[in-house]
T-cell receptor, first 114, second 114 residues
């Protein structure tokens, strides 16, 4: 069964450093998303991406965040200058937008900022 | 705008007893509804989904949920729980107007006692 793949599974970084979280969505999917889950809290929408541009972003997705689809397969989330409060689990998801509009989620990247 | 309310933050229940986790949603258009389970330090696993058709949907691990449009509810049920069902459960909604982004509830912690 096709799946969304995220790497790394866990990343530790120093405050102020840049991090790039990587996702490989399912190959025929057209919509891509990033979500964040701070420990013990709910999953929050960050950004959606369609046709090589951001289609929607939440208030969490400020100027330190950016997304990119650098090639035909990868979808990345960059955090330019990490803060302690960026520590969270980050989930990538993709949707085919056919009759089945279910989002397929990756297993997440746990980001720890120290 | 979409929103999801999970009415119970924690539900303790004895093993082999039935359980219902409550979920209400708000959305202005036709919705797609989901329940996810999250075990400690793990990702999101889809339990079941309502996209269209029958309002009673069956999922994995013996769970089922009923879509009630008039009450805007999508409660999750299991007739007999096991210790291994102890986890966090998230109700979620998406719709076309929202670009199919997934909006999650705050979660319900199911704690199954021996």
């Amino acid at each position: 069964e096709p799946e969304v793949t995220q790497t790394p599974s866990h990343q530790v970084t120093q405050m102020g450093q840049e991090v790039i979280l990587r996702c490989v969505p399912i190959s025929n999917h057209l919509y891509f998303y990033w979500y964040r889950q701070i420990l013990g809290q709910k999953v929050e929408f960050l950004v959606s991406f369609y046709n090589n541009e951001i289609s929607e972003k939440s208030e969490i997705f400020d100027d330190q965040f950016s997304v990119e689809r650098p090639d035909g397969s990868n979808f990345t989330l960059k955090i330019r200058s990490t803060k302690l409060e960026d520590s969270a689990m980050y989930f990538c998801a993709s949707i085919a937008l056919t009759a089945n509009t279910e989002a397929f989620f990756g297993q997440g990247t746990r980001l720890t900022v120290v | 705008a979409q929103s999801v309310t999970q009415l119970d933050s924690q539900v303790p229940v004895f093993e082999e007893a039935p359980v219902e986790l409550r979920c209400n949603y708000s959305s202005s258009v036709s919705v797609y509804l989901f329940w996810y389970v999250q075990y400690p330090n793990q990702g999101l696993q889809l339990l079941l989904k309502y996209l269209s058709g029958s309002t009673l949907v069956k999922g994995i691990n013996g769970f089922e949920a009923e879509f009630n449009k008039s009450q805007t509810s999508f409660h999750l049920r299991k007739p007999s729980v096991h210790i291994s069902d102890t986890a966090e459960y998230f109700c979620a909604v998406s719709d076309r107007a929202g670009g199919f982004k997934t909006i999650f509830g705050a979660g319900t912690r199911l704690f199954v006692k021996a």
